[in-house]
């Protein structure tokens, strides 16, 4: 695994926070795990459906696709850690200073 970050274009923030919306609205219908398990399993269909529509497995294993899939997932996750917990942190050290 590498601690290289994601390093996701700006302009695809826009389409990340259309999926946030999207799943935030869900949750009048259905509990959290339900929509955390639809995303990853979306994701996960989503990327498969690339890697055999682009012909990738002509080049990368189907090992090496689930490395770098997994890799990347744990990287993207790892940072998403980093920011809220810190953000978190920073409003609670706020709150308390006020």
Known sequence: ???KPVALP????ACVNDFLAQANAMQKNYKY???SASILYAAARY????FVQQGDAAYFSRADFVTYMTDL???MLNEQLDLL???AAADDEAKKTS
Do not use: E, K, W
């Open 47 to 50: 990327n498969v459906h690339g």
């Open 10 to 13: 700006p302009q695809l923030h």
């Open 85 to 87: 917990t810190a953000a």
């Open 1 to 3: 695994m590498t601690n």
């Open 33 to 35: 795990d339900a929509i």
């Open 73 to 75: 997932y744990q990287r």
